[in-house]
């Protein structure tokens, strides 16, 4: 990857980390847009497993500083998902918008699995009901806004020859 | 989206597993180090973010606060402008029940409602009929004056006419009975026939001997003669002088004391009364209508009339403290009365003036007043 297109691909990332500071704080959904996931998963597929794991984990650091009493569960999730996503994207690559869209879904969904999995706060009920309610549901809306997202920052991902 | 680097290398194995274990011990670090680890990123790295996050939910709580102080507002603005409302009906009903008070025998009160079609705006519908003595030519008042007089009745319902209407017409005065005439209602000069709506809500009073020149302010109110109104029920003031083609008389321009708008609830006067003619002491400072309206209004203020009882009762109670203690005090020194020491107040004595004591007891609801007059249960009336 070029020195160019590097830059690109972590202004991209530096762009969604902030919109999950700003706009999803301010949106106040109940199953809000996860943009961690959305820039973790657009970083790993251009990255090695190694180095999309480290982004990940340190990503994922970031967002457990801000609930100390989870700590570790979100680094863990995200590594897994940066990992798994860089290694997936070997697998099944396309350049389908729909195909993307179930990749941001599957990678939300993975995320929060394995978070709620390893903070274990939740238990039984409140568990099932996150994990096949609300999960899916933000995994759903982190979905669509991914595809908005990525036709919305394509020309700075991938720039078209002149 | 670029193509992703093939993986399998040694070196990505081994930072992935370096990143899980490190993620893992995290999970697993006692509470206090956590909270270490986790408020220096915040304080350092995180930092920034974490005040754009402080800044963003701050805004959406000021939207959101904004949207709940603006719907408190505009609920807040509705029932203001439903208490305006209710003072206003309040008031009215407040100087109807003076008037009642005043009146005591003879009468009933009524609704007026409005006929809500063209060319019936100038009668009201009153919820009293004949078998409340209600009969046709009977007086309709208000707090303020002459309203106008029932034309039909039915069993629970009658009919009335407001001074508005055409074919309204009062034997009038002026207060210090130094003119006579008659008060029309002021119509356009195009206008006096039937149907035609009067104009500008104003009435007219003609007749009057051409000696006799009223100046502007002068109380017109009813005279008595023609058996329909009794004498000194305020009808309006003189506004001026009219311009009229008659020169053998006087015609004035005359402000009424009551608006139509503000008729809601009324008084009917019952034949009895009429004849009566003692209506007039009700209004009996007509030169000043606006101080008549206030007592009358004060009248039916039972809060007032509560608190004016209190202090009476405060006062002879204070008095009869004072003159016990002052009894007790020449008994034990003299064995006579003594003067009563400055300041302190003496309770009055048989056969000397005492004003709190005469007041007359306070009424607290118009419908327990006295009946002064025997045939008051004959008219049907509701004192």
């Given at each position: 990857m070029s020195w160019t297109r590097s830059a690109r691909a972590v202004l991209a990332f530096t762009l969604l980390v902030l919109l999950h500071y700003t706009l999803r704080p301010l949106l106040g959904w109940r199953t809000p847009v996860d943009f961690l996931v959305i820039a973790v998963l657009l970083a790993a597929v251009r990255v090695r497993p190694g180095v999309a794991a480290l982004i990940g984990f340190l990503t994922g650091l970031i967002a457990d500083s801000m609930t100390p009493s989870a700590f570790g569960a979100g680094a863990l999730a995200m590594t897994a998902v940066g990992a798994a996503a860089s290694w997936l994207k070997a697998v099944f690559f396309a350049d389908n918008v729909v195909l993307h869209g179930f990749f941001f879904f599957v990678g939300k969904w993975a995320f929060d699995i394995v978070y709620v999995t390893a903070e274990r706060k939740m238990h039984g009920v409140e568990l099932a009901t996150q994990m096949l309610l609300w999960s899916p549901l933000s995994a759903a809306i982190t979905a669509v806004a991914g595809v908005i997202l990525l036709l919305m920052l394509r020309p700075v991902l991938e720039p078209q020859p002149v | 989206m670029a193509r992703a680097v093939r993986s399998g290398t040694r070196g990505d194995t081994v930072l992935l597993v370096a990143c899980c274990v490190m993620a893992l011990l995290a999970t697993v670090l006692p509470v206090n180090l956590r909270e270490a680890i986790a408020g220096g990123l915040r304080r350092t790295v995180v930092a920034p973010l974490v005040s754009l996050q402080e800044q963003a939910v701050r805004g959406r709580s000021a939207f959101l606060s904004r949207e709940a102080t603006t719907s408190r507002y505009d609920s807040v603005a509705v029932r203001n402008m439903e208490l305006s409302r209710l003072e206003g009906e309040n008031q009215r009903l407040r100087a109807l029940l003076g008037l009642g008070r005043e009146l005591e025998w003879g009468f009933v009160s009524a609704e007026a409602l409005r006929v809500q079609r063209i060319g019936e705006d100038n009668t009201l519908t009153l919820t009293v009929g004949a078998r409340s003595g209600v009969e046709p030519k009977t007086p309709v008042i208000a707090p303020e004056g002459l309203v106008g007089m029932v034309r039909t009745v039915d069993p629970t319902t009658s009919i009335a006419i407001m001074?508005?209407?055409?074919?309204f017409a009062a034997s009038a005065m002026s207060a210090d009975r130094s003119a006579y005439g008659i008060v029309y209602p002021h119509l356009s000069e195009t206008g006096r026939g039937e149907n035609i709506p009067p104009e500008r809500y104003l009435l007219e009073l003609r007749?009057?001997?051409?000696?006799s020149a009223l100046k502007p302010g002068t109380p017109i109110v009813t005279s008595?003669?023609?058996?329909v109104y009794p004498a000194g029920i305020p009808i309006g003031t003189v506004l001026g002088e009219l311009r009229t083609s008659e020169g053998w008389a006087r015609t004035y321009l005359v402000r009424p004391a009551v608006r139509p708008p503000d008729v809601s609830n009324v008084i009917v006067l019952l034949p009895k009364r009429v004849e009566d003619q003692s209506v007039s002491r009700i209004w009996r400072s007509p030169a000043s209508a606006d101080s008549a309206a206030r007592r009358i209004a004060a009248a039916g203020d039972s809060i007032a009339r509560r608190a004016a009882a209190d202090s009476v009762r405060a006062a002879e109670a204070a008095a009869r403290r004072a003159a016990d203690s002052t009894a007790r005090t020449s008994d034990s020194t003299s064995g006579r009365a003594t003067p009563t020491s400055v300041g302190v107040p003496v309770a009055p004595r048989a056969g000397q003036p005492d004003t709190a004591a005469r007041r007359a007891p306070v009424r607290s609801d118009t419908a327990r007043?006295?009946?002064?007059?025997?045939?008051a249960a004959a008219t049907g009336a509701r004192p």
């Open positions: - | 001074w508005t209407h055409t074919d007749g009057v001997a051409f000696r008595g003669l023609g058996g007043a006295p009946v002064r007059r025997p045939d």
